[in-house]
């Protein structure tokens, strides 16, 4: 009797600490998260299954093109693409971004801006001050877009705005599913 309650409780601290471990790594490591909507595509498909890198904004900074999954006002996760880092001004003309006045190419948006053929621009004229009635993105704040620039709810649309860095959960860099398309996304 006394050797089954021993088992008993060895298998009990196992699953305990199991339990604790793996809540420990999604809580503050690692986050599975699955792409909801058309709004990165092609970079990421509605259905996607991603890992979001939860310590990586911790260790390295934040950087223009990283593709970043926030919290938005209305509390779900958004999965968007940084374009203005704090500081910068931005502005789109004529399908071309411009940081600090200097073109910067996209080339995760060639697939998109070919396939439009003559259709219009995937990415609307705008600047900073149109968004925000500011020249510069203040500390601590990021302009962020939608690969999927027509279908994209970003810091264009006034209800997200620009993000705050404090809800920033984390960079999502790897796709897990589908199997096929397996790995790490630029």
Known sequence: M????NEFFEWLKVIVLTAVFVIGIRSFIFSPIMVDGAS?????E?????IV???????????RFDIVVF????????IK???????DHIAYE?????VNGEKFEEPYLAQYKSELDGFGDLTYDFTLEQLTDSS????DYYLVLGDNRRKSSDSRDARVGLVAKDKIIGKANIRVYPFDEFGWVQ
């Not at 990165?40 to 990421?44: F, G, H, K």
């Not at 890198?53 to 950087?63: M, R």
């Not at 004529?94 to 411009?98: K, M």
Request: cysteine-free; charged content about 40%.
């Open 71 to 78: 919290k938005a006002p209305d509390e779900r996760n958004f």
């Open 81 to 87: 693409r940084i374009i203005g880092l704090p500081g």
């Open 136 to 139: 510069k993105i203040p500390e």
């Open 2 to 5: 006394k050797k089954e309650k």
């Open 40 to 44: 990165m595509m092609p970079t990421y």
């Open 94 to 98: 004529n399908d071309e971004l411009y």
């Open 46 to 50: 509605d259905g996607d299954r991603i």
């Open 53 to 63: 890198n939860k310590i990586g904004k911790t260790i390295t900074d934040l950087e």
